[in-house]
């Protein structure tokens, strides 16, 4: 399994001082020094941690891949022509949710994301569509001309280490079956952790997970101590 880090909350953290620390750029680039397979940022209508600025330097900077998320809005469809990321994945957006809650609504808006998906695999851009593990949702996605899906892993992580872990946990593994059956290459992710990840191996053939929240946050831990460290030595 590939995996795509996403570095949203460490533009979080900068944005809650303005300026530019701690970077994004630099953040990428150790992710990727440290093995990652791609990195993913969610450039949200609000700016509110990715600006268009992150995005248009990380480009011509990235050795692995760029997965920028985005909602299927005019306005990213535009941005994603322009700067070409290796792949897009289109995920619902509303305003006042803290992070993405729910899946993408595509079996019922099908023809709508057809012609929102077409431009952008034309353009060579890979595809992929945010929805949770249901069978309406995966059959839809496969006629929509998008190569991907990434199941929202959010209600399995949830239940995890609860009575309804299995259901939740079933309802990847059908999904992603169905999915490939359907000739969709299939991701996965959101609230995914050092606890519950492993879980992942049992769904044959998943081809990457995108995690973001519990990265950026063991990070804080495990570089805390040397930066006290540092800042002593400086003062001593
Ligand atoms: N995949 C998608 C489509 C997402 O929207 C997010 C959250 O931005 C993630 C993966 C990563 O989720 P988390 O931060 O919980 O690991």
């Not at 303005?18 to 990195?39: F, H, T």
């Given at each position: ?169 079933k309802r990847l593994k059908v999904a992603a079956k169905m999915a490939q059956d359907l000739g969709l290459t299939v991701n996965a992710g959101h609230g995914l952790n050092y606890e519950n990840v492993h879980r992942m191996h049992e769904i044959p053939n998943l081809y990457e997970l995108n995690i973001g929240h519990s990265i950026i946050s063991r990070a ?17």
């Amino acid at each position: 399994m590939l995996l795509g880090v996403n570095i949203d909350h460490v533009a979080t953290l900068r944005n809650a001082r303005g300026g530019d620390e701690p970077s994004v750029i630099q953040a990428a680039l150790i992710c990727e020094q440290s093995g990652c397979d791609g990195i993913t940022i969610h450039l949200r209508e609000d700016r509110r941690h990715i600006k268009d600025s992150d995005v248009y330097s990380l480009i011509p900077i990235l050795k692995t891949k760029l997965n920028l998320e985005m909602a299927a809005t005019e306005e990213m469809q535009k941005i994603a022509l322009e700067i070409k990321p290796h792949s897009c994945c289109i995920v619902p957006e509303r305003r006042q949710e803290v992070t993405t809650e729910g899946g993408l609504e595509v079996a019922s808006r099908l023809d709508d994301m057809k012609k929102f998906v077409e431009p952008l695999v034309d353009a060579g851009i890979k595809v992929s569509l945010f929805i949770n593990p249901d069978e309406q949702q995966v059959v839809a996605s496969a006629k929509t001309g998008a190569q991907f899906i990434e199941m929202h892993t959010g209600a399995y992580s949830n239940a995890f280490g609860t009575q309804s872990e299995e259901v939740e946990f079933k309802r990847l593994k059908v999904a992603a079956k169905m999915a490939q059956d359907l000739g969709l290459t299939v991701n996965a992710g959101h609230g995914l952790n050092y606890e519950n990840v492993h879980r992942m191996h049992e769904i044959p053939n998943l081809y990457e997970l995108n995690i973001g929240h519990s990265i950026i946050s063991r990070a804080v831990f495990s570089g805390l101590s040397q930066a006290v460290v540092d800042m002593k030595n400086l003062i001593m």
